[in-house]
């Protein structure tokens, strides 16, 4: 039977925030994609039995979560090369590269965020690489039990209902599930929030500096324990003098590029093309910047541009 506009209208509504709860399970925007659109699918086939805004809701979210637990069977969760390896120096850079199932990949903001100031400081800090990383670690029912209570907001009740438990296995999902992201790396990292003035200042310094190769004024900007991580590659860089070092040699080839600012896991985040020698510039890595005590602490350059330039609407290249 053909879905009315008014129903699909309905489910769209939901689209946003159910694509950012699967997207913190599964550590994959284009998976997030993949299972929101089999919940759309499930949801506009048994629409029938459902009434009313509420239970419209929890019903999407029950599908959503049954589709992530599935996806997510039999799998590792998906990582950070910091949660894999030990960093190396420049001298050994580069190296073994992994699957893109291997690693926790960036989303855009405008996917994932949404609802009033409150909210979405909330928001963005459970959208961070290192706290969508961490709960990865965690067991899937826990992941769900974390996100729904702390990020979706749900009470114990309503997530044992979903979960067809009881709310004391709930509350004990969610201490263990605290208890473990706690001790996960990253875990006291300085919360995202809005871009203010000093922020904004900052930023235009890194992409001046940046764009200029001008080494000296780019090390004023980083924080002396600076992390560089580039997936697929397994590798990762920790420490300032190893980060100059990577872009005085296999990094000299970024001299020249350019920077395009772009939303992403609730973070400044850039797309950078690098020269073309036959004119203009081409994808080159999709940065997502940490930022600390006024100092950038982490550049994590994802590498893989064809599909994710596009994911983000950026141009296949630009002119000179």
């Known amino acids: ?46 629409h029938r039995g459902f009434e009313g805004r509420s239970a419209l809701r929890s ?19 998906r990582a950070r090369p910091m949660d894999l390896t030990s960093p190396v120096p420049v001298s050994e850079a580069y190296g073994t590269q992994l699957p893109e199932v291997t690693w926790i990949g960036p989303v855009p903001d405008a996917w994932v965020l949404a609802g009033d100031p409150a909210e979405l400081a909330a928001q963005r800090e459970s959208v961070r690489l290192a706290f969508v990383a961490a709960l990865q670690r965690l067991a899937p029912r826990q992941r769900a039990v974390l996100i729904l209570r702390e990020v979706a907001g749900w009470s114990a009740a309503e997530v044992a209902e979903l979960l067809e438990t009881t709310v004391a296995s709930v509350n004990s999902a969610m201490q263990r599930a605290r208890s473990a992201l706690a001790a996960q790396p990253g875990a006291d990292a300085e919360p995202a929030r809005p871009l203010d003035a000093d922020q904004a200042a900052l930023l235009a310094k890194f992409v001046s500096a940046f764009e200029s190769f001008d080494l000296d004024r780019l090390a004023a900007l980083l924080a002396e324990d600076v992390v560089l991580s580039m997936p697929p590659f397994e590798m990762w860089l920790r420490g300032l003098d190893q980060y100059l070092l990577w872009l005085h040699g296999p990094g000299s080839g970024c001299r020249g590029s350019r920077l395009l600012p772009v939303s992403a896991n609730g973070a400044p985040a850039f ?12 994808p080159w890595a999709l940065q997502v910047l940490d930022v600390r005590d006024g100092r950038i602490t982490g550049l994590h350059n994802f590498l893989d541009t064809d599909p994710l330039f596009p994911l983000f609407g950026l141009p296949p290249r630009l002119d000179g």
Do not use: H
């Not at 797309?271 to 081409?282: I, K």
């Open 1 to 46: 039977m053909a879905v009315t506009a008014e129903v699909e209208q309905e489910l769209e509504q939901y689209r946003r925030e159910l694509t950012g709860y699967c997207y913190r399970m599964l550590g994959s925007a284009f998976e997030a994609e993949d299972a929101v659109q089999e919940t759309m699918i499930r949801a506009w086939r048994g």
């Open 59 to 77: 019903w999407l979210y029950r599908i959503a979560t049954n589709v992530c637990l599935d996806a997510l069977k039999g799998r590792q969760g």
């Open 271 to 282: 797309a950078q093309y690098r020269p073309d020698p036959d004119g203009g510039f081409v």
